[in-house]
């Protein structure tokens, strides 16, 4: 458990790649779905970068704080966009699209917050330190939001990816599972499993970047 002063100094460092992170993701679902066709989201005001718009008082605020206290893989949701998936020109083509936005904007991010650690690790102002941290934050947590919405569960994006490339018939069938996704997804994180999962594409993801920043 961190002390008092070392949770505020890494909520400091953490809060703005969080923000970032999250909002950037769920506006890219929104943009992707508009952009086939779909103005669900765009009608709902949820085609913004104002993270007032997307956060979720448990999955934004609540348990990114305690993952950061207690050490744990730090990750977090925002309330989801809503998408008409039937209401897009080829529903199935332009699903997976649409899916893919939101952890393409965190590979996006990954390569931004990389290269401001890279700017910050050259200079020498008083700012160096806290721009290298954020950026290292930045890259931590949307390697790990984009892993995380990639693994093969429904609704996370991974799921829907997997679902617009089975046949019809399998399809429906894996869409059943939607209703257990996320108890799967919270019975991961209790026991440790998500970590195990997760952390070596992350020390992959991790490694591969640092190759070239």
Do not use: C
Not at 114 to 127: D, I, N, P
């Amino acid at each position: 458990m961190l002390e008092i002063d070392q949770l505020v100094r890494q909520i400091t460092i953490y809060a703005l790649p969080l923000l970032f992170a999250i909002t950037l993701h769920e506006a890219a679902h929104a943009y992707a779905a508009r952009r086939f066709g779909d103005s669900t989201a765009y009608m709902l005001g949820r085609m913004t970068l104002n993270p007032l718009k997307h956060i979720d008082p448990i999955g934004t605020v609540l348990l990114p704080l305690l993952l950061l206290m207690t050490g744990g893989f730090i990750f977090g949701w925002a309330k989801p966009v809503p998408v008409n998936f039937s209401a897009l020109r080829k529903p199935r083509q332009h699903g997976r699209w649409v899916a893919a936005a939101g952890p393409l904007a965190n590979f996006a991010m990954v390569i931004l917050w990389a290269s401001l650690q890279k700017l910050a690790s050259v200079g020498v102002g008083e700012f160096s330190e806290p721009l290298w941290l954020m950026g290292r934050a930045g890259v931590a947590i949307n390697i790990s939001l984009m892993l995380l919405n990639l693994l093969p569960i429904l609704p996370l994006d991974g799921g829907r990816i997997v679902e617009s490339l089975l046949p019809p018939r399998w399809a429906w069938r894996f869409a059943q599972t939607e209703r257990y996704g996320m108890w799967l997804v919270l019975i991961l994180l209790a026991t440790g499993g998500l970590g195990l999962i997760l952390q070596p594409f992350y020390r992959l993801m991790y490694d591969l970047i640092r190759l070239f920043f």
